[in-house]
């Protein structure tokens, strides 16, 4: 059965030179900061250690996604523009009022010990699907939907967002995670280039719990002209295990709190079962 999406993201990496057929992304990647063996702060940084300091928050009104969010299922090439007009381009209205807002940033949490070390093959945004895979992923699909945005609320072109988290039964797709049966069917991480207004989506699972730490999916999003990747991790709001969660709990300001909770829904309209996580990146 053929992934159902298709991102270009994958062909606008460097590391996949010539093979990307739209001139007019930007050569954006994460792999100039988290190269193998290159020592920095955030990759060093242990799951459990005291994040970074949170980038300086912003006082202001939170952007709302706009809902129901009814996407077409589209060809995987074009997933970044369809999350663009998800997310903005029927609600032009919203979106500018939202636009005008001043959102508050996203703050920034570690990177933790799994960063993947390996982004050959299959490294799109449909994590649910792995090439070559008998069984989809295990866990319940979600699709993560947000935006890319500015202090101001504007959309950021040509930034390049990665995620990575565990799978089903808690185990990353990393040589150092702990010995365990990791569900060949999930990729594990995943990459796509935002849309025109900063939109992004992925197909992933419902983040699960592994020992110690609450659900979470990593986040890095790269934006031309910034010398350093935003790294975050997103939660799930009202999961239990928040409240015990280590790296959840650093965040002492409530509004940094909420920016990084997303609000899971049934989501049936994009895909029977599925569930749709919005959270919007904003960059400070
Ligand atoms: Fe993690």
């Known amino acids: 059965m053929p992934k159902p999406f298709r991102s270009h993201a994958c062909s606008a990496l460097p590391d996949a030179p010539g093979r990307c057929g739209n001139r007019s992304l930007p050569r954006v990647t994460l792999a100039g900061w988290f190269r193998p063996g290159e020592a920095h702060t955030l990759r060093s940084a242990p799951e459990g250690a005291v994040p970074e300091p949170p980038a300086n928050a912003t006082a202001g009104k939170e952007v709302k996604m706009p809902f129901p969010i009814t996407p077409r299922l589209v060809g995987r090439r074009t997933l970044g523009m369809a999350a663009a007009s998800l997310t903005l381009g029927r609600v032009s209205g919203p979106a500018t009022a939202q636009q005008s807002a001043t959102p508050p940033a996203t703050p920034r949490q570690t990177t933790g010990p799994f960063y993947p070390v390996d982004w050959s093959g299959d490294a799109d945004a449909d994590l649910v699907r792995v090439a070559g895979a008998e069984a989809q992923a295990l ?24 995620i990575w988290q565990c799978d089903a039964n808690g185990l990353y797709r990393h040589p150092n995670d702990r010995p365990g049966t990791r569900d060949a069917g999930f990729q594990g991480r995943g990459r796509a280039a935002v849309g025109p207004d900063g939109g992004f989506a992925f197909r992933t699972i419902r983040p699960v719990a592994y ?46 709190r909420e920016a990084v909770l997303m609000r899971l829904q049934p989501a049936d309209r994009i895909e029977p079962g599925a569930l749709l996580a919005t959270r919007d990146i904003v960059l400070g």
């Open 139 to 162: 866990g319940a699909v979600t699709h993560l939907r947000g935006r890319v945005l500015d202090a101001r609320g504007r959309p950021v072109e040509g930034a390049l967002v990665e």
């Open 211 to 256: 020992p110690g730490r609450t659900p979470h999916i990593h986040v890095a999003v790269a934006t031309p002209g910034r010398s350093q990747p935003l790294v975050t991790q997103l939660y799930v709001e009202g999961e239990p295990l928040n409240e015990r969660d280590r790296q959840f709990n650093a965040l002492r300001d409530p509004r940094e």
